[in-house]
């Protein structure tokens, strides 16, 4: 296989198949259906390995790759079942995370631990994948995310994972991830996003999501998010222990040192996250120490592996690879960029951005901001800087650069910058407006040493603001 016969396979996925990454509405296909016959034909994979599952509006990431990264560094038997569980051995568990979208490179969806940290799914497998089932993605009518749903199956079972941390693609009860028999669910909160697909009111959506939780399998809910009844009615008729991450007590986690500030993954949304990590995690453990072979727990029997558990975490965006969450990309003019993209998520970015501008003393505050045509612009607006906003605080030096985030479905910075200017934002449109084009600008020709720049709005945005500012280095 060469580089050009890879990237051929992945055209055409991206391309016969179009993602709702790449195309939004146009590639959305709810049901389980259509995944059911896809992993039939390979083998059903997802049955070879335990899981947890996560649903959720905003946070899914983040809560991922803190669990995947904690697992990572658990001894296999903590398991409590399947090949050398009670051998004595100390072997750490194999680990299979799958996320979506990725940002710079499709294998990151795909990852499964290693000595070294997680590894992205092979180019050979990926190739192969689907060069030998492309009759059957053409026979079902395949989505891009049954396909990637599948590999990534497909690959955890050839690597033999122990056990795979598993994000939703979009919503819950339809969707191609729900074919897996979990042992832990979680749903992270509830906010108004997608709503052409998944309901009008954060009642529906709650519904929605709430299709993840299965019969006697514990649900953690990070948020209670005005929807509590819905996630407790749906618990109770699945015989489903529920817990809420807001009220657990840490018993093992946090008395050995998890701190919130030591997160490599920052963003005052992971105050939340780590909560929700932290309840996941522990009823977990105790669910699997309660099937251990000797029948004793983690303090007694695991205390060894605790600290590792608990610097994993801290250490997540390392072991794991994650990007794009409050991640400083520049020192000089400070540079951050985060992918927070909807109103959900802004109302504690847009406070963030506040919060360090005005304790940095920055001389101005640079917005570079673009977002996709579908999503409620007017909702994500309530929550963005605008210095022509009598009570926004200090931040009275405020200037926009609208850009094309990338792709079919960017609404065009030329109208964002009209939206945006009748709504009181300062604001221009650089070049040709794109991303890579306005970064090009700023840095070269606007760039102040005492700025503050964030960069946002889209993940678009930031994937293609990653790469600028690593070319520089």
Request: a negative charge; aromatic letters at 10%.
């Given at each position: 296989?060469?580089?050009?016969?890879?990237?051929?396979?992945?055209?055409?996925?991206?391309?016969?198949?179009?993602?709702?990454?790449?195309?939004?509405?146009?590639?959305?296909?709810?049901?389980?259906?259509?995944?059911?016959e896809l992993v039939a034909a390979t083998g059903n994979p997802h049955n070879s390995f335990k899981a947890i599952h996560i649903a959720g509006t905003n946070g899914k990431g983040s809560t991922s790759h803190m669990i995947a990264a904690a697992l990572s560094r658990m001894p296999h038997t903590m398991l409590g079942t399947g090949d050398g569980a009670g051998d004595g051995s100390d072997r750490k568990m194999v680990v299979g995370l799958y996320t979506s979208p990725h940002l710079t490179d499709f294998r990151e969806r795909i990852m499964v631990s290693g000595p070294d940290g997680f590894?992205?799914?092979?180019?050979?497998?990926?190739?192969?994948?689907?060069?030998?089932?492309?009759?059957?993605?053409?026979?079902?009518?395949?989505?891009?995310?049954?396909?990637?749903?599948?590999?990534?199956?497909?690959?955890?079972?050839?690597?033999?994972?122990?056990?795979?941390?598993?994000?939703?693609?979009?919503?819950?009860?339809?969707?191609?991830?729900?074919?897996?028999?979990?042992?832990?669910?979680?749903?992270?909160?509830?906010?108004?996003?997608?709503?052409?697909?998944?309901?009008?009111?954060?009642?529906?959506?709650?519904?929605?999501?709430?299709?993840?939780?299965?019969?006697?399998?514990?649900?953690?809910?990070?948020?209670?998010?005005?929807?509590?009844?819905?996630?407790?009615?749906?618990?109770?008729?699945?015989?489903?222990?529920?817990?809420?991450?807001?009220?657990?007590?840490?018993?093992?986690?946090?008395?050995?040192?998890?701190?919130?500030?030591?997160?490599?993954?920052?963003?005052?949304?992971?105050?939340?996250?780590?909560?929700?990590?932290?309840?996941?995690?522990?009823?977990?453990?105790?669910?699997?120490?309660?099937?251990?072979?000797?029948?004793?727990?983690?303090?007694?029997?695991?205390?060894?592996?605790?600290?590792?558990?608990?610097?994993?975490?801290?250490?997540?965006?390392?072991?794991?690879?994650?990007?794009?969450?409050?991640?400083?990309?520049?020192?000089?003019?400070?540079?951050?960029?985060?992918?927070?993209?909807?109103?959900?998520?802004?109302?504690?970015?847009?406070?963030?951005?506040?919060?360090?501008?005005?304790?940095?003393?920055?001389?101005?505050?640079?917005?570079?901001?673009?977002?996709?045509?579908?999503?409620?612009?007017?909702?994500?607006?309530?929550?963005?800087?605008?210095?022509?906003?009598?009570?926004?605080?200090?931040?009275?030096?405020?200037?926009?650069?609208?850009?094309?985030?990338?792709?079919?479905?960017?609404?065009?910075?030329?109208?964002?910058?009209?939206?945006?200017?009748?709504?009181?934002?300062?604001?221009?449109?650089?070049?040709?407006?794109?991303?890579?084009?306005?970064?090009?600008?700023?840095?070269?020709?606007?760039?102040?040493?005492?700025?503050?720049?964030?960069?946002?709005?889209?993940?678009?945005?930031?994937?293609?603001?990653?790469?600028?500012?690593?070319?520089?280095?």
């Open positions: 296989m060469t580089e050009q016969e890879y990237n051929q396979q992945i055209d055409y996925i991206f391309n016969r198949f179009p993602s709702f990454q790449k195309v939004g509405a146009g590639a959305y296909k709810p049901g389980i259906d259509g995944i059911r590894e992205m799914v092979s180019k050979d497998f990926v190739y192969s994948f689907i060069n030998r089932y492309k009759p059957v993605f053409e026979q079902t009518r395949a989505s891009f995310f049954e396909i990637t749903t599948a590999m990534a199956f497909a690959w955890f079972s050839h690597k033999n994972v122990d056990i795979a941390v598993i994000e939703c693609g979009l919503g819950g009860r339809l969707d191609s991830t729900n074919i897996i028999s979990p042992d832990l669910s979680i749903i992270t909160n509830i906010g108004l996003d997608h709503c052409d697909f998944l309901g009008s009111s954060v009642e529906a959506i709650a519904a929605e999501k709430a299709g993840i939780i299965k019969p006697g399998v514990p649900v953690i809910i990070g948020e209670e998010s005005g929807v509590g009844k819905i996630f407790s009615d749906a618990a109770k008729e699945a015989d489903a222990p529920i817990f809420w991450a807001e009220k657990y007590g840490s018993k093992l986690l946090q008395p050995a040192g998890l701190c919130r500030e030591k997160l490599d993954l920052q963003g005052d949304c992971q105050d939340k996250n780590i909560k929700t990590v932290v309840a996941a995690l522990e009823v977990w453990i105790d669910r699997a120490c309660e099937i251990s072979p000797d029948g004793r727990g983690w303090p007694e029997r695991y205390g060894t592996y605790i600290g590792d558990v608990v610097g994993s975490i801290h250490n997540a965006a390392a072991i794991t690879g994650l990007h794009g969450r409050w991640e400083k990309l520049w020192e000089e003019p400070f540079v951050v960029c985060d992918t927070g993209h909807n109103s959900h998520g802004f109302k504690i970015l847009g406070n963030q951005i506040r919060h360090v501008y005005n304790d940095g003393s920055y001389g101005r505050l640079v917005m570079v901001f673009g977002v996709v045509a579908d999503k409620d612009l007017d909702s994500i607006t309530a929550y963005l800087p605008n210095g022509n906003v009598a009570d926004d605080g200090k931040c009275s030096d405020v200037h926009y650069l609208f850009v094309n985030a990338m792709g079919t479905r960017a609404l065009p910075a030329e109208q964002l910058k009209e939206r945006m200017l009748r709504l009181g934002f300062e604001g221009e449109v650089v070049g040709d407006g794109s991303i890579v084009g306005t970064l090009n600008h700023y840095m070269e020709n606007m760039g102040r040493a005492d700025d503050m720049v964030f960069i946002g709005g889209s993940t678009f945005v930031v994937a293609e603001a990653i790469p600028f500012f690593d070319s520089l280095r």
